[in-house]
C-alpha cells in the first residue's frame, strides 16, 4: 500500500449489533425492534407493539384488533371495507383479557399485550425475523420484581453488609434470638449464666 492510499479503519461491529444499537436508543424500539408493519418495545413482563397505520384511519371504529393466548390479528378500513393487515401466531402465550389496544389517530394503533410467562421475546410475529437476545439489555429493574424476590434481595444486600461489618446475617441473628429465649429455661445448661453469643454460633456450626 502506498503512502497516498488510506486504510479504512476496521468495524468490529456487525451489522446486527450495529443495527440493535439503533433500536436501543430509541423508547419505542427498546429491546425490540421496527418492522416493516410495526414497531415494538419489552420488558421482562410486556410487550407494546405500535402498528402502523395511514393517516386516513382517525377513528376507533376503522380497526379491529382480536388478541387471543397466541395470535394477533389487525383489520383497519380501508376503502370502506376492511382489511387485515396482520394475521399471526404470537411465539409465546399471552394473558389476553389483560392485554389492551388504543388508537393514536392517524399515526398507530397501540398494543400493550401481557406476557404469560416472565421471559424476553425475540420477535412478536412468528415469521418476523428475529433480534439477538445478546444485543439487548434484559436487566431486571426492582419495579418488574414481585414483594417476595425483592424482599429476598433487600436480605442479600442486609447479610452483604453484616458479613462485611463482622455483624451477625439474618439467619444467624434469628438463630440468635431462638437461642437466646432458650437460655435460661429450665434445663438449661446454661441458665444463670451470661448470654454468649460466641457459645450460640460454635453450636450452630456444630449442628
Given at each position: ?20 444499537k439503533y433500536f436501543q436508543?430509541?423508547?419505542e424500539?427498546?429491546n ?5 408493519l ?6 421482562i413482563?410486556?410487550?407494546d407493539?405500535r ?5 386516513t384511519?382517525?377513528?376507533g ?6 388478541l ?21 401466531d404470537?411465539?409465546w402465550?399471552?394473558?389476553a ?14 398494543i400493550s ?12 410475529l ?7 437476545l445478546?444485543n439487548?439489555?434484559?436487566?431486571k429493574?426492582m419495579e418488574?420484581l ?19 461489618m ?7 441473628q434469628?438463630y440468635?434470638d ?12 446454661f441458665?444463670?449464666?451470661p448470654f ?11 449442628e
Amino acid at each position: 500500500m502506498s503512502s497516498n492510499e488510506v486504510q479504512n479503519p476496521v468495524n468490529d461491529e456487525s451489522d446486527e449489533v450495529l443495527e440493535q444499537k439503533y433500536f436501543q436508543s430509541r423508547p419505542e424500539t427498546y429491546n425490540g425492534a421496527e418492522r416493516d408493519l410495526y414497531l415494538w418495545t419489552q420488558t421482562i413482563n410486556d410487550i407494546d407493539v405500535r402498528v402502523k397505520i395511514p393517516k386516513t384511519i382517525k377513528k376507533g371504529k376503522e380497526v379491529k384488533v382480536n388478541l387471543t393466548k397466541q395470535h394477533i390479528k389487525v383489520d383497519i378500513i380501508e376503502s370502506n371495507t376492511f382489511k387485515t393487515i396482520i394475521d399471526s401466531d404470537l411465539p409465546w402465550a399471552i394473558r389476553a383479557e389483560d392485554s389492551t389496544w388504543s388508537l393514536v389517530p392517524g399515526e398507530y394503533i397501540l398494543i400493550s399485550m401481557e406476557k404469560a410467562l416472565e421471559r424476553w421475546w425475540e420477535n412478536v410475529l412468528v415469521d418476523e425475523k428475529k433480534i439477538n437476545l445478546k444485543n439487548i439489555q434484559p436487566e431486571k429493574s426492582m419495579e418488574d420484581l414481585g414483594q417476595e424476590e425483592q424482599m429476598k434481595i433487600h436480605q442479600m444486600m442486609y447479610d452483604q453488609r453484616q458479613k462485611a461489618m463482622g455483624l451477625p446475617t439474618s439467619e444467624e441473628q434469628k438463630y440468635q434470638d431462638i437461642m437466646k429465649q432458650a437460655w435460661n429455661v429450665e434445663g438449661s445448661p446454661f441458665k444463670g449464666q451470661p448470654f454468649d453469643p460466641s457459645i450460640v454460633e460454635s453450636m450452630r456450626k456444630a449442628e
